[in-house]
């Protein structure tokens, strides 16, 4: 129901808040009033039938940026970022201060606004997709150097073996040959079984 970043990894929305903290479910239609909001997932009641447990929209407060997060390994987070507040009447209404003002009706889906939407997505990607992406390529760097030490490792024990002196080592990585004997004296771990 929310946004999607372009690798599906992120699904961003706007969530409602009630005054006590509480936030809305994310689900619309399925019995719910439509001045209610699902703020948990279906229960079966003493009939039998399943029901999404609802407050009032008229309790709603603000509203807050939230996004579901995973990753390519499978794990999930939820980030929160930041928060609408709901005023009164459309006078109060400014976008740029986060104010928002919405009928109950339109409390579930005030993201669907088209100037909402806007910047809303505009906050998403700014606060946190940016970030996110810009934390995918440090962690990618970081694994580029690992490999590349292990790499190293490897090709200073390889030049042992095969004769080569720490003076010989230390002009090769460009170190001394005291620093290469320190750093490559005791042999790296081999492959682990
Ligand atoms: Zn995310």
């Given at each position: 129901?929310?946004?999607?970043?372009?690798?599906?990894?992120?699904?961003?929305?706007?969530?409602?808040?009630?005054?006590?903290?509480?936030?809305g479910y994310g689900v619309s239609g399925g019995g719910i009033p439509h001045d209610h909001i699902a703020v948990g997932p279906e229960v079966q009641g003493p009939d039998g039938t399943w029901r999404y447990?609802?407050?009032?929209?008229?309790?709603?407060?603000?509203?807050?940026?939230?996004?579901h997060c995973s990753s390519s390994?499978?794990?999930?987070?939820?980030?929160?970022g930041p928060e609408?507040?709901?005023?009164?009447?459309?006078?109060?209404?400014?976008?740029?201060?986060?104010?928002?003002?919405?009928v109950d009706a339109d409390v579930q889906d005030v993201f669907h606004r088209e100037d909402v939407e806007a910047v809303v997505a505009d906050l998403w990607r700014t606060e946190h997709l940016f970030t996110v992406g810009t934390l995918d390529?440090?962690?990618?760097?970081?694994?580029?150097?690992?490999?590349?030490?292990?790499?190293?490792?490897?090709?200073?024990?390889?030049a042992r073996h095969g004769g080569a002196?720490?003076?010989d080592i230390g002009r090769a990585t460009g170190m001394s040959r005291q620093s290469a004997q320190e750093r490559w004296r005791t042999p790296p771990p081999g492959p682990r079984s």
């Open positions: 129901m929310g946004m999607v970043s372009d690798d599906g990894l992120h699904e961003g929305w706007l969530a409602p808040v009630f005054q006590d903290g509480q936030r447990p609802s407050r009032p929209a008229g309790e709603v407060t603000s509203w807050i940026l939230v996004c390994s499978g794990s999930t987070a939820t980030w929160l609408f507040v709901r005023v009164p009447s459309a006078a109060l209404e400014d976008l740029q201060t986060r104010r928002i003002h919405a390529d440090v962690a990618a760097a970081a694994a580029g150097v690992a490999a590349a030490r292990a790499r190293l490792d490897g090709a200073v024990a390889m002196s720490w003076a």
